[in-house]
């Protein structure tokens, strides 16, 4: 958006958390939203101005957990495919996310990271990069899932701030059970990083210690976590009784079959429920043959399996369709569930002035149809999509 430049977006259904206004109107100035109009208000003058016809205008949408998408993934370390990733995100209502790592060499992972300091630097049109996620290389080795078992190690905060360095390190998701675990939540803390659970066998007593140090997340909740027993609640439980714990979810209706995903929007806060995508590179592609961390997987009937045991290797999940699984699982207010897209990622990743439709935010906007299909995106104000 030029500088000292408006927009005007009218007619719009604004859906932000806890507000519902149809036939709403947006003024956006140098990309920060300058004011909200209701049905019926005299609508100023803008550079532009836009009619939105009745579209559903959100925040845009924050992935804070995927891998790749379009048939490349973030730490294969090639620019140009960090590029088309960003671009494609948009088509999900993506206007920022972070790009996710996967347990690698440390090489690997910084290679990965200048990349996406390169194309931060670059200036392209595409979905925001506001940091990272590591996710490994310091989980259990029993809990592997889709992670390749010759790079697991202890936690490692030098490492860690090694890679800061090179770009901002926002999460990292590790197993708080192992060696160090708990001590590293604090370590994290500290850097200015959120820390994770997740690949992780931790009972609830271990979770419990790494809480006191300041852990208030779970990575893709139920998945590759211990679960919700009688005599030990797990790390599930865990999730399920600290209300001020962030959960994320994978919401495809495979890694969270519909009535758990009723169940979790049933006994958690929705002000702590992230939905993510945990994309692996087949999202937005065909069935076939892939590839996660160099381990083959095969895409099928919406399913992306290791092809060496049939694990789930992350999704083919997109946000938009993340969002219209949970409305019409849940039911639930869109101006309720609207605060699982944007508004909660930003807060627990310390984000300010994403998240909402007001005064004083930045102009992170998607416009959806009455079918959650991605019909415009602004990015600091200007339409990219």
Known sequence: MEKNSTLLLKNARIISPDCDLPGGSVLIENGIIKQIFAPGDALPAADEVKDLTGLMLMPGFIDVHTHGRSGYEFTDGVPGHLNTMCKDKL????TSWLPTTLTLGYESL????????????????????????????????????AQNPAFVRQPDIDEVNKLNSIYR?????????????????????????????????????????AYDHGLRNLSHFCNQMTALHH???????????????????????????????????????????????????????PDGEYEIGGLPLILKDGAARLASNGALAGSVLVMNKALKNVFEITGLP???????????????????????????????????DSEFEVKNVWVDGAMVL
């Open 169 to 209: 390190v926002l999460k990292v998701s590790y197993a708080v059970e192992v060696e160090g675990g708990k001590e590293f939540s604090s370590q994290l803390l500290a850097a200015g990083i959120t820390p994770s659970c997740v690949h992780s066998k931790a009972t609830y007593a271990e979770f419990a210690a």
């Open 91 to 94: 088509t999900e209502g993506v």
């Open 334 to 368: 869109l101006a309720q569930l609207v605060k699982t897209t944007s508004y909660n990622q930003a807060r627990s990743l310390r984000l300010e002035k994403l998240g909402r439709i007001e005064p004083g935010y930045i102009a992170d906007l998607t416009a959806l």
């Open 110 to 145: 910084a290679a990965a990271l200048e990349n996406a300091a390169q194309y931060t630097a670059s200036k392209a049109v595409g979905a925001k990069i506001p940091g990272v996620h590591l996710e490994g290389p310091y989980i259990n080795a029993s809990c592997l899932g």
């Open 231 to 285: 005599r030990d609640i797990g790390l599930v439980g865990a999730g399920l009784r600290h209300k001020e714990v962030f959960i994320e979810m994978i919401c495809d209706k495979i890694h969270l079959c519909s009535d758990m995903i009723n169940l979790i929007f049933q006994l958690k806060d929705i002000e702590h429920i992230v939905l993510i995508t945990d994309a692996c590179q087949a999202a937005g592609m």
